[in-house]
Nanobody, 121 residues
């Protein structure tokens, strides 16, 4: 079994910074892509940033230049550095990963439980 645990959320003022972490644990053989999603209050979940196995990255237009995703394969951890935060960044942030377990033959999709980010004006 695989678990994803997000951490690093909190409350900051506009213009502040936070770094989210997504740590994967369990019987992991390989992690393919990892995505950060967020769900603002009353709205649908949206893709914020993603990092592929070759370190190619993708970002939601509204966070480009402010957020940066990176990965530490040795630690099975992905980070989301968030700078110049705005009130509209307020949301629950979720980690999503494509993981192959030891002895497995295909990748499976896993989700964390989320971490709250609140940005006040």
């Amino acid at each position: 079994q695989v678990q994803l645990r997000e951490s690093g959320g909190g409350s900051v003022h506009a213009g502040g910074s936070l770094t989210l972490s997504c740590a994967a644990s369990g019987d992991i053989f390989k992690i393919n892509h990892v995505m950060w999603y967020r769900q603002p209050p009353g709205l649908q979940r949206e893709l914020v940033a993603g990092i592929m196995s070759d370190d190619t990255t993708t970002y939601l237009d509204s966070v480009k230049g402010r957020f940066a995703i990176s990965r530490d394969n040795a630690k099975n951890t992905v980070y989301l550095q968030m700078n110049s935060l705005k009130p509209e960044d307020t949301a629950v942030y979720y980690c999503n990963a494509d993981v192959m377990i030891s002895g497995g033959y295909y990748y499976q999709d896993y989700w964390g439980r989320g971490t709250q980010v609140t940005v006040s004006s």
